[in-house]
C-alpha cells in the first residue's frame, strides 16, 4: 500500500514537500515514480527514483525545482520517498500520486507500475 501526502495551497515562488510511505511489501526493492495530472489533462511522469536511489527521472519543466529522495530504512516508519518541491509555478498545480515498480527500475511509463497510491492536490496560487 502506499500513502501519498504532503500536497496543499502554495503560494507561486513556494515550497512543498510531498511523501510517499509505504507498507506491506518490500519497499527497498521497487522504482517510485512520481506522477500529476491536472484537471482535463493527461498523467504525466514529473520524476522517479531507482530502488537503490543511483538513478533518477525528472520532467524537463521541473528541473533545477524538485527533488526526489528516499529512506529505505528497515524501520518500517521510514519507508519513504520524498518530492521536495521548490520555486512553485501556477502549472505544477495537479494530483500527485506516487507509483512502484517491482522491477526497480526508474521509469516514466504509468502503464508498469504495479502499485498506486491516492493523489494529493497540489495547488499553486496566489
Known amino acids: 500500500q502506499l500513502q501519498a501526502s504532503g500536497g496543499g495551497l502554495v503560494q507561486p515562488g513556494g515550497s512543498l514537500r510531498l511523501s510517499c510511505a509505504a507498507s506491506g511489501f518490500t519497499f527497498e526493492s521497487y522504482g517510485i515514480g512520481w506522477f500529476r495530472q491536472a484537471p482535463g489533462k493527461g498523467r504525466e511522469a514529473v520524476s522517479c527514483i531507482t530502488s537503490s536511489g543511483d538513478s533518477t527521472y525528472y520532467l524537463d519543466s521541473v528541473k533545477g525545482r524538485l527533488t526526489i529522495s528516499r529512506d529505505n530504512s528497515r524501520d518500517n516508519t521510514r519507508n519513504t520517498v520524498y518530492l521536495q518541491m521548490n520555486s512553485l509555478k501556477p502549472e505544477d498545480t495537479a494530483d500527485y500520486y506516487c507509483?512502484?515498480?517491482?522491477?526497480?527500475?526508474?521509469?516514466?511509463?504509468?502503464?508498469?507500475?504495479?502499485?498506486w497510491g491516492q493523489g494529493t492536490q497540489v495547488t499553486v496560487s496566489s
Open positions: 507509483a512502484a515498480d517491482y522491477s526497480g527500475q526508474c521509469h516514466n511509463r504509468p502503464l508498469v507500475y504495479d502499485h
